[in-house]
C-alpha cells in the first residue's frame, strides 16, 4: 500500500513539474491559425489563449499582415517568424510581458551603476551628447544626473540650469522645444540655437523635453548649484502626426508676444498647393489675418496693411520679389527651409523696416552626420537638394528648383494671345556652417532667383534676387551671446522690347542694399532676458534707366537720378518674468534715416501744390552730403496673464516706421513695380497698432483656441492722383497724394493638433479704409472721406483639415471664403464739349463678386523603415475643386458706342496635380 501511495505521489510530482515547465516563458505554447490579419488582432488572440501581454507602438506594426499557421510553438518561434525581415525586435520579462521595438531590442536588465549617483563638481556639465547617448541611451532618462555643487551659493535656495537640445540624428539644434518640470510648473522655451535657462529649486525634480515632432524626453535630476545639461532628442520620423500650423505644445499660452504664428516644414507638405508645387507663402495665407488680392497674386496683406508693408527675411536678408511666374509659386525652396515665424503684434524690437508685419525664414545649414538629399518632380516644376557634413566642423547644405512650364501654354485656345507666351523660373541656395569652436559660430549664407516671361513676342521680362550674407555668432559666456550679420542684397527687374526697331528699348529698375547687423542676449538674472544691439542698411537704388537698343531706335536715354539713404537703428528690450502668471516682453528701438547725395531736390514754395508750375528751383547736394533727416522712436510691449496652465490673456502695442515706398497702381506685387526711398518731399510711413487676444486651450494643449481684436492707424501712406505716371518720373512728388490709413478686425482660430483628424477653422472680420491727409492741398479722394483700401475684405473664412486612413496615407482639404476686394466702376457717360466722357463712382464703392475655393489632396508615403536606399512619397490632388471662376479683376473696354465689362480669372476650372518626392 505504501508503494502505491508513494508511486502514485511521485507520478503526481512529475507531472506538476512538467505543468511548471510549461508555464515558463519560453515553453508556453501557442496554437492556431492566423491569417491574412493585422498585428492587433494577433496580439489579441496571443493574449486570450495564454498568459503573456504585448506591448508595442501602434505605428510600428500597421504594415505587418500576419499569415502563420502554430501548433504547439513558442511565442519565440511565432514572432522571429513574424519579424523576419523587419526592423522590429522582442524581448520577453520574467512576468510574460513582450516589449516590441523598432531597431533594436530592449533590454531587460539594469547596468551594473544603475543606483549610483555621478559624481559631481562645481557648475557641472552634464553633456548628454550624440556621441555619449548613443551608447546607453535606454536609462539616460531615468538615471540621476547631479548638477552643481552644494559650495556653490550655500545660501541659495534656487539654481539656474541651463543647456542646449538638438536632434540625435542630426546633431542640429531644435527651436521652440518647451522644458519644464512635472512638480514645479518652472518653464522654458529653446531658442533659434537649442539654448535654454530653466530656474529651480534645489532638489530632486523630473525634467521634461518635449518638442513637436520628436520623442519626449525626461531627465532625473538632483539640482545642488548652477550648471549645464544638454540633451539630444530623436527625431520622429516614423509618427505623421504632425500638425498643419503649430507651435510647441502650450506655447501659445506661455509665450508673451500675440500675432506670433510658427509653421513647420512638415506641415507644409501636407496643404494642397497649386500644381502640387509646396509653397511657403500659400501655407502663411491660411492664418487668419493674412489675404491676398486674388490667385496668382504675388505677396499678402497683413492686418489691413499694403503688400510692401511686410518685411521677408530669409535668413537675414531681404526678399523685395518672393514668388515665382506671377505668384503662383513662392521664392523659397521648401527643401531648403526649417522654419518659418510670422509676427503680425508682438514683433521683437530687433526687427524693424516695415509697418505691417515680419516673416522670418531660416535655411537649413545641413546635418552633422551624414550626407542626405532628397527632391521631388512635378508638372510644372523639379527640385533638388544635399546637405551633410564637410568636416567634423563644417556642414552645408545646397538646393535648387526649376521650371519647364512651357508646353502648359500650348492647352490655351489657338486664338488666344498668350498661346505663344514663355516662362520660366529658376532658383539656387547654398547655406555653410563651420563651428570654429564652442564659443564660436561662422554661417554663410546665398541665394539666387531669377525669372523669365514674355506674353507675345514683342515684350521680355526679367526680374531677379540676389542675397549673400555671412553671420557670426560668439558665446561670450553662458549669459551673454553676440550674433553679428553683415549682408548684401540685390533686386532687378529689366523690360526688353525689340520687335520693332525704331522703338526697340530696355528698361530696367535696380535696388541694392548693405546691411550690418549686431544683435546680443544678456540673461541678466532669472527674470530678466536683455536684448539689444544696432543694425545699419545702406541703400543704394536706380528708380529707373531706359535705355534705346539698336542703332535704329529713336527712343530717348532717360534715367531717373539714383537715390541714397543709411537707415541706423538702435534697439533694447527686455522679457521680464514678473511671477509665473505674469510676463512682460517690452523694448525701445530708435531709428536715424538719412537722405543722402549725389541728388537734385526739386523746391516749391510752403503750403503749396507740388507741379511743374509752382516749381521754384533746384538744390543739388554733392555725393555722401546729408540731404535731409527722419528719426524717431518704435515702442514694443507686449504682456501675458496666465489664468491657469491652459488660459492666458495677451495685450500689446506696437509702432513702426517704414522708408521705403513701392509705387504700384496695381494691388498685388508686380514685376514691373518700383520703389522710392523717403526724402525731403515723401516722409516715412508710420503706424501704430493695440491689439488684445484671448487664448485658451483644452484636452491636454490638443485643442488651441483664440480671439484677437487689433486697431491699427497708418500716416503717411502712398497713394496718386488721377492720371499719374509711376515710369520714368523724376518729380514723382507732384503725383502723390498723402494718404491716411485705419484698420482694425478680429480673428477667431480653434485648432485641433493631434489624432487621425486634424487641423484648423478660422474666421476673420477686418476693415482696411483710406483717406486723403485733411491737410492735403489739391486733390481730394473721395472728397477727403474713408474709402475701402484696394484689399478690404471684410469677412474670411479659412477651413484647413488633415486626415489619416493610416500612418502612410492622408488626405488634406483646404476651404477659402472671403469677401470680393473693392473696386471703382464706371456709372454713367456725358457729354462734354462736344465728346462723350464717362462718369466713374466713388474710389472703390463696388466689389467684384466673392471668392470661393475648395482644394482636396492624397500625400501616400512609402514604407517607414529606417534603413532604406531612399523614402518616397506621392502628392496628388485637384487645386479649385469645384472649378469656380473667381475674379481676379473686373476691367471695362468700350466696344461699338457701349462700355462692356468684363471679368478676368486665373484659374477657372480645376486644376489636377501630381507630384514625386524622394529623400535619402
Given at each position: 500500500?505504501i ?29 492556431g491559425?492566423f ?82 549617483v ?8 552634464v ?38 537640445i ?17 512638480e514645479?510648473g518652472?518653464?522654458?522655451i ?50 505623421l502626426?504632425q ?82 511666374l506671377f ?17 503680425k503684434?508682438g ?14 525664414i ?141 522703338n ?39 528708380p ?34 514678473f ?8 523694448g ?16 516749391y ?45 495677451k ?30 518731399h515723401l ?24 480671439a ?7 500716416r ?21 497724394i ?5 484698420a ?8 485641433k ?28 479722394v ?12 471684410p ?39 462736344g ?8 474710389r ?6 466673392d ?21 518616397a ?37 480645376p ?10
Open positions: 500500500m508503494k502505491k501511495l508513494f508511486r502514485l505521489a511521485s507520478f503526481l510530482f512529475l507531472i506538476s513539474m512538467q505543468y511548471t515547465v510549461a508555464q515558463t516563458p519560453s515553453e508556453e505554447r501557442i496554437s491559425i491569417s491574412g490579419i493585422s498585428f492587433d488582432q494577433f496580439s489579441q488572440m496571443v493574449e486570450s489563449k495564454s498568459n503573456y501581454r504585448m506591448f508595442f507602438k501602434q505605428a510600428d506594426v500597421d504594415t505587418l499582415t500576419i499569415n502563420v499557421n502554430a501548433y504547439e510553438s513558442t511565442i519565440e518561434n511565432l514572432l522571429d517568424e513574424i519579424f523576419r525581415g523587419s526592423e522590429l525586435y522582442y524581448a520577453i520579462d520574467n512576468e510574460k510581458r513582450i516589449f516590441i521595438s523598432r531597431g533594436t531590442a530592449l533590454n531587460m536588465e539594469l547596468p551594473k551603476d544603475f543606483f549610483e555621478k559624481s559631481s563638481s562645481a557648475n557641472l556639465i553633456d548628454n551628447s550624440v556621441q555619449k547617448e548613443n551608447k546607453d541611451r535606454s536609462f539616460a532618462k531615468n538615471r540621476l544626473w547631479e548638477i552643481g555643487s552644494s559650495n556653490d551659493a550655500p545660501g541659495a535656495t534656487v539654481a539656474v540650469l541651463k543647456g542646449k538638438r536632434s540625435f540624428e542630426s546633431g542640429e539644434p531644435i527651436i521652440g522645444a518647451l522644458i519644464y518640470t512635472t514645479q518652472a518653464k522654458s529653446s531658442d533659434e540655437k537649442g539654448n535654454y535657462t530653466i530656474t529651480l529649486s534645489k532638489g530632486r525634480h523630473t525634467l521634461i523635453f518635449q518638442n513637436f515632432g520628436a520623442y519626449q524626453e525626461q531627465r532625473q535630476v538632483n539640482i545642488r548649484g548652477d550648471g549645464v545639461l544638454n540633451v539630444a532628442m530623436d527625431d520622429n520620423i516614423i509618427s502626426n500638425v498643419t500650423v503649430t507651435s510647441e505644445k502650450s506655447a501659445n499660452i506661455e509665450r508673451p508676444e500675440m500675432g506670433l504664428s510658427s509653421i513647420t516644414v512638415q506641415s507644409l507638405k501636407k496643404l494642397p498647393a497649386v500644381l502640387g508645387e509646396v509653397d511657403v507663402l500659400r501655407a502663411v495665407l491660411t492664418l487668419p489675418g493674412v489675404k491676398t488680392v486674388g490667385e496668382a497674386s504675388a505677396g499678402f496683406n497683413v492686418r489691413g496693411g499694403a503688400a510692401d508693408q511686410n518685411l521677408i527675411l530669409f535668413n537675414g536678408a531681404t526678399i523685395y520679389n518672393p514668388t515665382h505668384g503662383l509659386f513662392s521664392a523659397f525652396n521648401p527643401d531648403m527651409v526649417e522654419s518659418v515665424d510670422l509676427y503684434a514683433v521683437p524690437v530687433k526687427f524693424g523696416g516695415r509697418l505691417s508685419s515680419v516673416l522670418d531660416q535655411g537649413k545649414f545641413g546635418n552633422e552626420e551624414k550626407l542626405k538629399g532628397g527632391g521631388g518632380i512635378g508638372l510644372m516644376t523639379s527640385r533638388l537638394y544635399l546637405e551633410g557634413p564637410l568636416s567634423e566642423k563644417t556642414t552645408f547644405a545646397v538646393g535648387g528648383r526649376t521650371t519647364y512650364s512651357n508646353w502648359l501654354f500650348g492647352f490655351l485656345d489657338e486664338d488666344s494671345e498668350f498661346r505663344n507666351s514663355r516662362a520660366s523660373f529658376h532658383d539656387l541656395n547654398l547655406n555653410m556652417k563651420h563651428k570654429m569652436n564652442e564659443n564660436n559660430e561662422l554661417t554663410i549664407s546665398a541665394y539666387w532667383s531669377k525669372d523669365a516671361f514674355r506674353f507675345d513676342k514683342d515684350t521680355v521680362f526679367n526680374y531677379q534676387n540676389l542675397n549673400l550674407s555671412a553671420s557670426w555668432t560668439h558665446y561670450f559666456s553662458d549669459r551673454l551671446e553676440g550674433k553679428f550679420h553683415l549682408g548684401h542684397d540685390q533686386y532687378t527687374f529689366d523690360i526688353q522690347s525689340e520687335q520693332d526697331p525704331l526697340a528699348f530696355t528698361f530696367g529698375f535696380g535696388m541694392d542694399q548693405s546691411s550690418w547687423k549686431n544683435h546680443f542676449t544678456f540673461d541678466l538674472n532669472d527674470k530678466h532676458q536683455l536684448s539689444f544691439g544696432m543694425n545699419a542698411i545702406y541703400y543704394n537704388l536706380n529707373g534707366e531706359q535705355i534705346p537698343k539698336g542703332s535704329e531706335s529713336i527712343l530717348l536715354h532717360e534715367q531717373v537720378s539714383r537715390e541714397n539713404a543709411l537707415e541706423t537703428s538702435f534697439f533694447l528690450g527686455d522679457e521680464y518674468e511671477n509665473p502668471k505674469l510676463m512682460f516682453s517690452y525701445l528701438r530708435y531709428v536715424i534715416y538719412n537722405y543722402l547725395g549725389p541728388n537734385t531736390v526739386n523746391e514754395p510752403r503750403n503749396s501744390i507740388k507741379t511743374e508750375e509752382t516749381k521754384i528751383g533746384e538744390t543739388a547736394y554733392s555725393s555722401g552730403e546729408i540731404i535731409n533727416t527722419y528719426q524717431g522712436p518704435e515702442v514694443r510691449f507686449s504682456a501675458r496673464y496666465a489664468l491657469d496652465n491652459f488660459t492666458s490673456i495685450a500689446g502695442y506696437n509702432s513702426m516706421r517704414q522708408h521705403l515706398h513701392m509705387l504700384t497702381n496695381t494691388s498685388a506685387i508686380a514685376p514691373t513695380d518700383t520703389w522710392k526711398l523717403s526724402d525731403p516722409a516715412p510711413q508710420l503706424g501704430d497698432q493695440w491689439a488684445i487676444g484671448f487664448f485658451k486651450n483644452f484636452q491636454s494643449n490638443t485643442i488651441e483656441t483664440s484677437e481684436i487689433y486697431y491699427r492707424k497708418m503717411n501712406l502712398v497713394d496718386f492722383r488721377s492720371g499719374a505716371s509711376l515710369i520714368l518720373n523724376d518729380n514723382i512728388e507732384q503725383d502723390v498723402n494718404t491716411q490709413g485705419k482694425y478686425g478680429i480673428e477667431l482660430m480653434a485648432k493638433t493631434e489624432g487621425k483628424l486634424n487641423g484648423w477653422i478660422s474666421y476673420t472680420y477686418s476693415r482696411s479704409l483710406f483717406r486723403t491727409n485733411p491737410d492735403e492741398l489739391g486733390e481730394m473721395n472728397r477727403g472721406k474713408f474709402y475701402p483700401s484696394n484689399f478690404d475684405q469677412h474670411d473664412i479659412m477651413l484647413a483639415g488633415n486626415f489619416e486612413f493610416t500612418k502612410r496615407i492622408n488626405t488634406s482639404i483646404n476651404a477659402n471664403y472671403s469677401t470680393g476686394r473693392p473696386i471703382t466702376l464706371p456709372i454713367a457717360k456725358f457729354y462734354y464739349n465728346s462723350e466722357r464717362v462718369y466713374y463712382s466713388d472703390n464703392a463696388y466689389r467684384i463678386p471668392y470661393f475655393r475648395v482644394d482636396l489632396s492624397f500625400n501616400i508615403e512609402g514604407n517607414h523603415k529606417v534603413r532604406k536606399l531612399a523614402h512619397s506621392w502628392s496628388m490632388g485637384v487645386y479649385n475643386l469645384l472649378g469656380r471662376a473667381n475674379p481676379y479683376s473686373v476691367y471695362f473696354s468700350p466696344e461699338n458706342g457701349t462700355i462692356q465689362g468684363y471679368k478676368l480669372s486665373i484659374f477657372a476650372r486644376i489636377p496635380f501630381i507630384t514625386y518626392n524622394f529623400k535619402f
